[in-house]
């Protein structure tokens, strides 16, 4: 029902910025929360950010908080999250994930639609 496609990876230095965005289809948009994980290679999937239908709540990991921030614009069916003073631990493909947990959910089991990634890079 849902199809979820990233963008806005790439290479990028440490200290540097980034901002991905994920297009979701469908009309019900709205009634997902959505979410962002990574995954680096021989490493599990983490959670890194997640916001509620309405954009009003958001979450995120200790190690990406105050660093980076989630938002929505249900009118463009739009996830964006933007990552500032980058690291190189930042480096993982960058999933979006939809959830009907509608309040936000940590939990990647708790997602049932997710696109196919983008790579982030950060070089020291």
């Known amino acids: 029902q849902v199809q979820l496609a990233e963008s806005g990876g790439g290479l990028v230095q440490t200290g540097g910025s980034l901002r991905l965005s994920c297009a979701a289809s469908g009309r019900t948009f709205s009634s997902y929360a959505m979410g962002w994980f990574r995954q680096a290679p021989g490493k599990e999937r983490d959670f890194v950010a997640a916001i509620n239908w309405s954009g009003r709540s958001t979450y995120y990991a200790d190690s990406v908080k105050g660093r980076f921030t989630i938002s929505r614009d249900n009118a463009k069916n739009t996830v964006y999250l933007q990552m500032n003073s980058l690291k190189p631990e930042d480096t993982a493909v960058y999933f979006c994930?939809?959830?009907?947990?509608?309040?936000?959910?940590?939990?990647?089991?708790?997602?049932?639609?997710w696109g196919q990634g983008t790579q982030v890079t950060v070089s020291s």
């Open positions: 994930a939809a959830s009907p947990v509608v309040a936000g959910t940590r939990d990647g089991n708790e997602y049932d639609y």
